[in-house]
Each structure stands twice: as C-alpha cells, then as structure tokens.
C-alpha cells in the first residue's frame, strides 16, 4: 500500500468519567491559556521535534485534557523547549509553559 | 581588666558572635569549594591577581565607585558608610594605641572618649579628625534616612522591601552612630575631651544641665550605644550586611578567576551573600517597568535564594535579559545563579532522551563554512533567503545544517535548567559539525551563537553571528554595498550584545548601509523585546507590552526602519512597530552591489 505520510487513528473510547481528572485540571490552572486552544495544530505544523519525529505536542496535550496520559511523558520528552510554536500559537498560548507543566504534572518535580 | 566597664558586655558579646559566625561560614564555603576551584586558588594567590583584588576592595567596598556612576549622591551615601565607618575604626585604634599604649583591649579603642585619660593640653587633633569622620558617617546616615522617604532624589525609582532581619540590622545601624554623637558630647561635657562637634555639643550641654543628670544620661547613652552596635552585630551575619565582609573574599576569588557554573557549587554562597540588598537591579527591570512585577528580580531571587525559600514564580519569572546583571555594583553572576538554580530544580540524567536524533541529517550542501540558522530564524524566512544571496555574492560554498529541519541548539533547554538533557542535543549536534568538516560556523540566531560559544567547545571551528561574518565579507571586499540614505536604528538582542559583547560589528554595517541613529536605550543598556526563552511565566499579553513599550523608543528616534540582528526581537517588534522591520542581512541582501555596476 502506498504510504502518503498520514494515517487514520484507530477508533476507540474515551471515558471521561473513569479518567483522572486531577492533573488534568492542575495543568489547566497554571495554565488557563490552554482553554482557548482551538487545536489548529499550527504548533505541531512548526515543531523541531515534530519535523524530525513522530512527536505530536496537539495530540500531547488534547490527551492531557482528556484525562489519557499513557506514554505522553515519554512524548513530551522529545520536546527540545525550541519555543517555535509559542511564535505561531494564534491564541498566543504559552506552549512551553504547557510543555514544562504536563511534565511536572505528570511526575518531574 | 584595664579599661573595663560593664557597659561594654553587649559590644563585645555581639563582636565575638558576628566573627564567629563569619569565620564559620567562610571555613565552610572555602572547604567546601571543588577541587579545581581550590586549584584556581592556589594558582592565583602569588600572581599579580592579589595586588589587583586590594585595590579593587578598596575602591569597591570602601569607596563604592561603580554606585557613584549609577547616581553620585546614592555612591557618597554608601561610601561615607562603609569608608566612613572603616577610617572611624583606623583612626580611633591609632588614638587608643597612641594615648592609651599598645595592647589595650578592643573596647577601649571603640569606646576610647570614655575611657580616655583626658588632660590634652593644647586640644587632641585626633578629636578633631574623629568628628570630621563621625560627621562625613552621620552624613550618610542622614542620606540613608532620606533615600525612605524620596528615593528617585538619589537615582532610584524604587527601593528594595526589606524582611525581618534587615529592617532590625538597619534600625541598630542607623542608632549606632547618633548615639555614638550623643554618647561623646555627653562624655565631652563631663571630660572636655571632643573634638570641634562632639566638644561643641558637650560645652553647650556643661553650660545648660545639671552635672548630675549630665552623668547620669551619660552612662546610659554609652551603654544604649554599646547594645546598639551588639544588636547590629548580632543581626549582621543572617542579613544583607553580611556582604560588608563577603564582598571581600568573593573579589579575591573572582580575581583568581573563579565562577560559579551550570551547577550549583559552593563558590555560590560567596555571590549570593555578597549581595547588599542595594535594589540597584530593580529599575532595570521590564518586568518592574512594563508590567508591575515587583517580586522577582535579582535582588529576591537571591535573597529567596539564601534563606531557602525559593519559589517557582520567582524562579522561573525573569527573562534573564542581563540588564541587572551590567548594573549590578557587586558584580554578581545574577544569570549563572538563576541558570544554576534551575538545574538543580529539574534536571535529570536524561542519558537517552535525545537518541531519535541519530540518523535524521537533512543537511545539504558542502563547504568549510556551516550556515545554522537557528529555530527562530526559520520563522523568519526572509532572514534565510537575504543569508543564501549573501552567501552567494560572496562566492562562499556553504554547508547548510538546517535549512530543511534539523536539531536545536540545546540552549533554551538549559535556560529552562535541563543542563544533561541540552547536553545530549549539544552532543549530537557537535558530531554533525565535525562529520561535515566545516571551519567556521556561521549563525543567525544570537541564542544559538551563545551556546555554541560557551557549551560547545568547538575544535577548530571558528564560531561567527552572521553579523560578524558579513562584517568580514565586506572588509575584505568579497562584497560590497551601495550607501542609501535610509535612516536606521538598531535594536540590541540581549545574547548578542550583553550575553555575547557584540556591538560594533552590526552597527559598522549599518553605517555602510545608510545612516544610524540610536535609541534613547542602546548597547549594554539596551532593552529586551520580551520574547526571552528564558521566561516561561508571563503570558502572550505581556510579552506584548514588554514589546511595545521597547518598539516605542526605537521608533522615537526618527529613524525610518528599525533594524536588529536576531530573529526572535524582530518578531517581538515586527507585532507592535508602526515602521518596517528588518534584520540586518536583509538590509545587506537589499543593497548588496551587483558586480559590474
């Protein structure tokens, strides 16, 4: 099959209610910016680590908010902190805040 | 014990406290120092570095020169303390040595008026010079009492809060020596043995109180002076007056080239308790000027630093501009210890974190001289296209490392403390530089060129900002530029001006260019465009004002474009400039003479 460089997720669901919520919602409080992100993906679009890998900072912190975090540390890692997509952010959201809060909300510090 | 009264006990209570907690802290701090720094030290000492610290302690912690060229009236305030305050000291051992012989004990050469035999015939010039020197000490005391109350009159728009210890510390200071005054006039009434001020005020006491009371207020004025001097010394050591004797060691160690680093070390204490708490760093501030934060510059940082309460906020909220650290009087490493602080926050090994980037070289081109443009300048494409045409005037060959999406340079990883994982992408970053063969490094980006410089430690390869390189290019006349008659101002990026010490080489080019005018802030003192990776705290809105408010005095100048060398300041002004903005290469791409015309 050819590869055209994209692919369809597989479909699945989402339980907000069994999902923990908790730090989630801390992130949202230290950075409340967050909530008028409108999943452009002009971060994602821009991003160094993205560019070279299969990183995906929308899909990072679209799973954050929902409460999903399997494997979004080991992402997040990928992140060299470059701060490209805080220049292209429409909403101006303060993506490397973003970056450095999902991490420590998921365990750095 | 010779010239022993009880009133002496707090002075000497307190004496022997501060010293000995002085002499702690120093011990520890210097066994504690790692091993090449201990090296550093021992190199230094029989150098010509000892000679330079004395005089630079002299005339930095006695005469506080650097103070005077912030503000003279702020400069004398400090000097008449501590010159002041040490002469008084000199002067009244040489007296006591003098008058009462070698050997005596401490207090009899601070409390010498009391416990003076008396019986100068023909008046004590010592008198006379001690009061000149009480007198140029109470001046600054009067200063200190009026820099509370109208401190833009000595050059500062604001003055630091001060916690617990300091306002105790400074409360017993500024007793100290109006009850030094009080004690001796009164000591000068009962013995006749002032000078011109103290003698005066004691003649004019004798002539209107009564002999008893004159005694009795006497004794208690010496002992109220004796307890203020031992709170003070009490309090010195845990407040900002600890870098009265900090300052010292911390000169001598710097001379000896030792610095602090990526990680914290012990070397640190001697900066961090250095510090005096002047509030110097604060009007510098943008955070302070543009948006209010009045809580988080150096002189919190530090202090928050030292008392081990230190927050995220405070921490994480400056934008390591540099613009405190030029101004610092004490010549702390204000960014180094912030960079420290972080690591030691967050940093782990991170051994393979960055292992994906093997294998994804998308470099092309080949030449001994390497064109890295940088994140930022690859949002900034005109930036890239004005550097291909100059490259190609010149007839360079140029391996290109990121045109088409490479690594980062590593260094807003390290600003955000993540030193071993930075390290990692520094790495892989240097294997591609000597895998390609390249002799020289060219840059567009000031926060690349900073980390090239400082962390990587490139072999052989001459790193350049693509300012310095044009500059090249056209004195050696591989290219050349038609003059216009546009006028331009320049913008300072704060890594390539304070955090590189570029700033002749743009401004060279631009006089080739056309005609240049600077803002009313320029070169060291220049303003940031508040975009600095280095802040990960304040939101879109206020990097926004921070931006405005620094575009609005470049576009006061007149000038009829705005110009600066690093891709992220243009962004910052291109969001709020009225005039066009360009980088510097795209000046140069513009004007650059077509051979044969």
């Known amino acids: ?90 909403r101006g959201i303060n993506t490397r805040a973003v970056v450095i809060k999902i991490k420590r909300v998921l365990g750095d510090y | 014990m010779a010239y022993y009264d009880s009133f002496v006990i707090p002075f000497l209570a307190g004496t022997v406290f501060m010293f000995a907690v002085i002499a702690w ?19 230094g000492v029989f150098t010509s570095a000892t000679p330079k610290a004395v005089w630079e302690v002299i005339s930095e912690s006695l005469l506080h020169r650097k103070i005077f060229r912030v503000n003279p009236l702020l400069g004398y305030m400090h000097m008449s303390l501590a010159f002041g305050w040490f002469l008084l000291i000199v002067v009244g051992w040489i ?20 416990f003076d035999p008396g019986a100068h015939a023909g008046g004590n010039p010592f008198a006379t010079v001690m009061d000149l020197l009480l007198l140029m000490v109470l001046s600054g005391v009067v200063l200190a009492w009026f820099k509370r109350v109208r401190s833009r009159a000595m050059g500062m728009k604001r003055t630091t809060r001060h916690v617990l210890v300091d306002r ?57 002076y004796s307890f203020a001097l031992g709170t003070f010394f009490v309090a010195m050591p845990f407040s900002r007056y600890m870098h009265i004797f900090t300052e010292i060691p911390l000169i001598f160690l710097r001379r000896y080239k030792v610095r602090s680093g990526d990680h914290t070390k012990s070397f640190d204490n001697f900066q961090i308790q250095a510090c005096s708490r002047c509030g110097i760093c604060i009007d510098p501030c943008q955070l302070q000027r543009d948006l209010g934060i009045g809580d988080v510059q150096s002189v919190y940082f530090l202090r928050d630093r030292r008392y081990g309460r230190l927050s995220d906020k405070v921490l994480d909220n400056c934008l390591m501009c540099g613009r405190c650290e030029v101004k610092c009087p004490v010549g702390i490493e204000l960014n180094t210890l912030r960079s420290n602080s972080r690591q030691e926050r967050v940093d782990s090994p991170a051994l393979t974190r960055y292992d994906y980037l093997k294998g994804t070289d998308r470099s092309s081109g080949s030449g001994r001289v390497g064109y890295f443009a940088g994140c930022m300048t690859l949002l900034t494409p005109v930036t890239l296209r004005s550097m291909e045409r100059i490259f190609a005037a010149a007839g360079e060959d140029v391996w290109w490392a990121d045109r088409d999406g490479a690594s980062c340079c590593g260094r807003p990883l390290k600003l955000s403390g993540e030193v071993n994982a930075a390290r990692r992408i520094m790495e892989y ?28 430690a490139l072999e052989g390869i001459e790193v350049l900002h693509h300012t310095e390189y044009i500059l090249r290019l056209l004195e050696q006349g591989r290219i050349a530029l038609n003059a216009g008659d546009t006028v331009y101002t320049y913008h300072d990026p704060c890594e390539l001006g304070r955090g590189s010490g570029i700033y002749d080489e743009p401004r060279q080019i631009l006089g080739m260019a056309g ?32 931006g405005a408010a620094m575009t609005t005095e470049l576009e006061r100048t007149g000038a009829g474009c705005i110009v600066t060398a690093c891709p992220l300041c243009k962004k910052a002004i291109v969001r709020n400039a009225t005039l066009p903005v360009a980088d510097i290469s795209q000046i140069v791409a513009e004007r650059l003479q077509v051979s044969g015309t």
């Open chain 2, 25 to 43: 802290k120093w011990c520890r701090w210097i066994w504690l120092l790692p091993s090449e720094d201990k090296r550093a030290i021992s190199k």
């Open chain 1, 1 to 90: 099959m050819p590869q055209f460089g994209f692919s369809i997720s597989k479909p699945r669901a989402i339980n907000l209610d069994t999902n923990d919520q908790v730090p989630a919602e801390r992130l949202l409080q230290e950075v409340p910016e967050l909530k008028t992100c409108i999943a452009c993906g002009g971060c994602t679009a821009t991003c160094t680590a993205g560019n070279l890998t299969d990183f995906n900072f929308r899909k990072m912190h679209t799973l954050v908010r929902r409460g999903e975090y399997r494997e979004v540390y080991e992402q997040m890692d990928k992140c060299m902190l470059c701060g490209k997509c805080r220049l292209v952010c429409p």
């Open chain 2, 515 to 546: 005609k240049l005018v600077e803002p009313e802030h320029s070169r060291s003192d220049a303003m940031c465009c508040g975009s600095s990776l280095a802040n990960t705290v304040i939101d879109d809105g206020q990097q926004l004002r921070i």
């Open chain 2, 168 to 224: 105790v510390a400074l409360t017993a200071l500024w007793f100290v020596f109006p009850l030094r005054l009080a004690a001796e006039s009164f000591m000068a009434a009962i013995k006749h043995n002032g000078g011109f001020l103290t003698g005066g005020l004691g003649d004019l006491i004798a002539a209107h109180m009564d002999p008893a009371v004159i005694a009795g207020v006497n004794s208690v004025l010496w002992w109220l």
């Open chain 2, 95 to 114: 007296e006591a040595a003098v008058e009462l012989g070698a050997g005596t004990p401490l207090h009899a050469h601070v409390f010498f008026r009391y």
């Open chain 2, 429 to 456: 970053n240097k294997e591609q530089f000597a895998a390609h063969g390249i002799s020289t490094l060219v840059t567009s980006c000031p926060i690349c060129l900073k980390v090239f410089r400082e962390d990587y």
